[in-house]
């Protein structure tokens, strides 16, 4: 060790201490998968190096080819990774091994303090970087040498614990870094060659330089995805994924495409059977590895594939584009959009071959993946294929489980009908009893079910499916349903009303009309419903009460948009109250009950802001009742 120049000494930061003192003390499992990432490091090393020299850079040890050594020694139990890649000046070592930068190991920290000891699934997964060494190790010495000519070598040694020291190294040393492990008591099998191999071939078998141990290459380095389909056996394809993905199951699908005009591409893609636990905190942890001639330009390419896409993994390899190529100008290359937007609809393809040979096997893609893969709406360039591999609920599905596309909808509708209409609501339970499917229930119309608030984006960036237009029950043209036979006629429980009553009923519309004032555009007699007496429905084409909420929640300016309240003749309530209005037109109970049914209809749909009088109501209502009720039962 160099002593010539002084050592100085750091302390670990905080996050990092954490982090150590999981790895060390709570995890006994995996172990192994520290090699991973060690020879990930050095392969990522290579890479940059890799990526300077194709851009003419100038740098150290031209002679030096890029690869992978391991060695270890069984008497004094330790274990060396070295590789010819870029290396580190000293203020790097400081700033990328004493500080943790990358956000999924916060994540992973706070994930694997939860997991208590049975983390070996999660450390599997994940990533976890440089510190996993210590799981292993009493004591790290890494050396290292920066391509940059000028930069001096230093040494960086840590027992993990508290604190690291950080020396000048004097003597010349190749450009690259080892890290040199002293393995601990209980980690000795570390030092056999069967172990190590096994763990290499398990975990690094694609690393597309060579890996050598003691004298032996043990990797197979072969770009799979440049291979022709029909030589490539599953086993390669899943081992590929694994290694890619950190996933330990094998893939739900693969995607092997190899394009030679306009523009040559290789693309090997893979739909993870299991939608990744850690999507929702880990946003920025996705995308495709891009290759320019099988040199890795870029790890995770954010655009290759679009965001609705991100649950898809895999390598996407082009002769066409300049190995020089800069990460920062790629999105305004021309190749490398026509690529891009290749990719995108050969995945949209695949899925539509999916669904049409499998449909089961589609719906199993749908309710794993499909939470990020239904954000497609805003892809307006690809709206009509999208458009055909969204799922829904609908009031036709058996139960909630079922799902339809829209293309089968059609298929089931009456003829002549040119809308596909839709409902929002929290449920299946929920919308069997909304009063706005009474008529449709009755008809025989199909409606599709908006559980998801994200659905009711969808149709209303969809606005068509085909030549139909996707349209919301309460904004139905009820012309055109009644136009409809009734499934079964449902003789009524009620006679017509008398020439007179009728006239009493308009007045009473108007009464109510004038009792709520403002709150509505119009009170009107419904010709939809059957079992409820009152609903309130929107003008033609006027937003939905979800959308307005949503609408609400990004604070953008919803205006008033008063709606209709329609009120059923045929109801026992609704006959009671022409009774009571024939007596006495100024009757307060005609006040409480349109009230009561008017904060019903928004409560129904969601837009009651204010329950404290419904409630009020109510009570006076049920103490009224309680009365009668015990007069009747001579209490
Ligand atoms: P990650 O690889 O995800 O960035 P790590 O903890 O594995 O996280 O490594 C942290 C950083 O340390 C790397 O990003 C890299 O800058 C640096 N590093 C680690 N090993 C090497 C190596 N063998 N050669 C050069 N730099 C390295
Ligand atoms: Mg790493």
Same mark, same amino acid.
């Given at each position: 060790?160099?002593? $010539?120049?002084?050592?100085k000494?750091?302390?670990?930061?905080?996050?990092?201490?954490?982090?150590?003192?999981?790895?060390?003390?709570?995890?006994?499992?995996?172990?192994?998968?520290?090699?991973?990432?060690?020879?990930?490091?050095?392969?990522?090393?290579?890479?940059?190096?890799?990526f300077?020299?194709?851009?003419?850079?100038?740098?150290?040890d031209?002679?030096?080819? @890029?690869?992978?050594?391991? !060695?270890f020694?069984?008497?004094?139990? $330790?274990?060396?990774? #070295?590789?010819?890649?870029?290396?580190?000046?000293?203020?790097?070592?400081?700033?990328n091994?004493g500080t943790?930068?990358?956000?999924?190991?916060?994540?992973?920290?706070? @994930?694997i303090?939860e997991?208590?000891?049975?983390?070996?699934?999660?450390?599997?997964?994940?990533?976890?970087?440089?510190?996993?060494?210590?799981m292993?190790a009493?004591d790290? =010495?890494?050396?290292?040498?920066?391509?940059?000519?000028?930069?001096?070598? =230093?040494?960086?040694?840590?027992?993990?614990?508290?604190?690291?020291?950080?020396?000048?190294?004097?003597?010349?040393?190749?450009?690259?870094?080892? %890290?040199e492990?002293?393995?601990?008591?209980?980690a000795?099998?570390?030092v056999?060659?069967?172990?190590?191999?096994?763990?290499?071939?398990?975990?690094?078998?694609?690393?597309?330089f060579?890996?050598y141990?003691?004298?032996?290459?043990?990797?197979?380095?072969?770009?799979? +995805?440049?291979?022709?389909?029909?030589?490539?056996?599953?086993?390669?394809?899943?081992?590929?994924?694994?290694?890619?993905?950190?996933?330990?199951?094998?893939?739900?699908d693969?995607?092997?495409?190899?394009?030679?005009?306009?523009?040559?591409?290789?693309?090997?893609?893979?739909i993870?059977?299991k939608?990744?636990?850690?999507?929702?905190?880990?946003?920025?942890?996705?995308?495709?590895?891009?290759?320019?001639?099988?040199?890795?330009?870029?790890?995770?390419?954010?655009?290759l594939?679009?965001?609705?896409?991100?649950?898809?993994?895999?390598?996407?390899?082009?002769e066409?584009?300049?190995?020089?190529?800069?990460?920062?100008?790629?999105?305004e290359?021309?190749?490398?959009?026509?690529?891009?937007?290749?990719? #995108?609809?050969?995945?949209?393809?695949?899925?539509?071959?999916?669904?049409?040979?499998?449909?089961?096997?589609y719906?199993?893609? +749908?309710? &794993?993946?499909?939470? %990020?893969?239904?954000?497609?709406?805003? !892809?307006?360039?690809?709206?009509?294929?999208?458009?055909?591999?969204?799922?829904?609920? $609908?009031?036709?599905?058996?139960?909630?489980?079922?799902?339809?596309?829209?293309?089968?909808?059609?298929?089931?509708m009456?003829?002549?009908?040119?809308?596909?209409?839709?409902?929002v609501?929290?449920?299946?339970?929920?919308?069997?009893?909304?009063?706005?499917?009474?008529?449709?229930?009755?008809?025989?119309?199909?409606?599709?079910?908006?559980?998801?608030?994200?659905?009711?984006l969808v149709?209303q960036?969809?606005r068509?499916?085909?030549?139909?237009?996707?349209?919301?029950?309460?904004?139905?043209?009820?012309?055109?349903?009644?136009?409809?036979?009734?499934?079964? &006629?449902?003789?009524s429980?009620?006679?017509?009303?008398?020439?007179?009553?009728?006239?009493?009923?308009?007045?009473?519309?108007?009464?109510?009309?004038?009792?709520?004032?403002?709150?509505?555009?119009?009170?009107? &007699?419904?010709?939809?419903?059957?079992?409820?007496?009152?609903?309130?429905?929107?003008?033609? !084409?006027?937003?939905?009460?979800?959308?307005?909420?949503?609408?609400?929640? #990004?604070?953008?300016? %919803?205006?008033v948009?008063?709606?209709?309240?329609?009120?059923?003749q045929?109801?026992?309530?609704?006959?009671?109250l022409?009774?009571?209005?024939?007596?006495?037109?100024?009757?307060?109970?005609?006040?409480? %009950?349109?009230?009561?049914?008017?904060?019903?209809a928004l409560?129904?749909?969601?837009? @009651?802001? !204010?329950?404290?009088?419904?409630?009020?109501?109510?009570?006076? $209502?049920?103490?009224?009742?309680?009365? +009668?009720?015990?007069?009747l039962?001579?209490?």
């Amino acid at each position: 060790m160099s002593e $010539t120049k002084a050592s100085k000494k750091y302390e670990f930061k905080a996050e990092v201490k954490k982090l150590l003192d999981i790895l060390v003390h709570s995890l006994y499992t995996s172990r192994e998968i520290f090699l991973r990432e060690l020879i990930s490091n050095a392969s990522d090393a290579l890479d940059k190096l890799r990526f300077e020299s194709t851009r003419g850079s100038e740098y150290a040890d031209k002679d030096l080819p @890029l690869e992978i050594k391991i !060695d270890f020694d069984e008497k004094k139990k $330790t274990l060396t990774i #070295t590789d010819t890649g870029i290396g580190m000046s000293r203020d790097e070592v400081i700033s990328n091994i004493g500080t943790i930068a990358k956000s999924g190991t916060e994540e992973f920290v706070k @994930l694997i303090g939860e997991a208590k000891g049975d983390a070996s699934n999660i450390i599997g997964k994940f990533g976890v970087g440089f510190y996993s060494v210590f799981m292993v190790a009493k004591d790290v =010495v890494i050396r290292t040498k920066s391509f940059r000519v000028e930069e001096p070598a =230093v040494e960086w040694k840590s027992d993990g614990l508290g604190d690291y020291e950080i020396t000048e190294i004097e003597e010349k040393i190749n450009r690259g870094t080892s %890290v040199e492990i002293h393995l601990k008591d209980d980690a000795e099998e570390f030092v056999q060659k069967w172990k190590l191999e096994g763990a290499i071939k398990k975990h690094s078998n694609f690393i597309t330089f060579p890996i050598y141990l003691g004298k032996d290459k043990v990797n197979t380095i072969s770009a799979v +995805w440049r291979e022709p389909k029909s030589s490539v056996k599953k086993e390669q394809y899943d081992e590929f994924y694994k290694f890619l993905s950190y996933d330990n199951e094998s893939p739900m699908d693969v995607i092997h495409k190899s394009v030679d005009a306009p523009i040559q591409f290789n693309a090997l893609l893979f739909i993870p059977k299991k939608s990744s636990e850690f999507f929702w905190y880990d946003r920025e942890n996705y995308g495709l590895d891009l290759y320019v001639r099988r040199v890795l330009i870029q790890h995770k390419n954010k655009d290759l594939l679009p965001e609705y896409m991100s649950f898809i993994k895999g390598v996407v390899d082009s002769e066409d584009l300049p190995l020089n190529i800069s990460r920062e100008t790629l999105q305004e290359n021309v190749v490398f959009s026509k690529i891009a937007s290749s990719v #995108t609809s050969n995945v949209l393809s695949f899925l539509q071959e999916k669904a049409n040979n499998d449909a089961a096997a589609y719906i199993e893609f +749908w309710k &794993e993946h499909g939470r %990020v893969f239904k954000l497609g709406y805003t !892809d307006f360039m690809n709206h009509e294929k999208y458009s055909e591999l969204i799922r829904f609920n $609908t009031s036709a599905c058996k139960d909630e489980k079922e799902l339809a596309s829209l293309a089968e909808y059609v298929s089931r509708m009456k003829e002549g009908q040119k809308e596909i209409y839709y409902i929002v609501g929290a449920n299946r339970d929920a919308l069997a009893i909304d009063p706005h499917l009474e008529i449709f229930r009755n008809k025989g119309i199909e409606v599709l079910y908006l559980y998801d608030p994200v659905d009711e984006l969808v149709i209303q960036s969809l606005r068509k499916y085909k030549d139909y237009e996707l349209k919301s029950v309460d904004s139905a043209d009820m012309k055109k349903l009644n136009e409809y036979k009734n499934l079964e &006629e449902k003789k009524s429980d009620f006679d017509p009303m008398s020439k007179d009553d009728e006239k009493q009923f308009s007045s009473l519309l108007l009464k109510m009309k004038k009792i709520l004032g403002e709150r509505v555009e119009d009170v009107i &007699e419904s010709k939809r419903l059957v079992d409820s007496p009152s609903c309130l429905v929107s003008k033609d !084409d006027s937003m939905s009460a979800q959308m307005k909420k949503i609408m609400k929640m #990004t604070n953008q300016n %919803v205006g008033v948009d008063k709606k209709i309240f329609e009120v059923n003749q045929n109801h026992k309530l609704v006959r009671n109250l022409v009774k009571v209005f024939k007596k006495n037109p100024e009757d307060e109970f005609i006040a409480a %009950v349109t009230e009561q049914l008017f904060d019903s209809a928004l409560l129904q749909e969601g837009s @009651l802001e !204010d329950p404290h009088k419904l409630i009020l109501r109510l009570t006076q $209502t049920l103490e009224k009742s309680s009365e +009668w009720y015990t007069s009747l039962n001579n209490l």
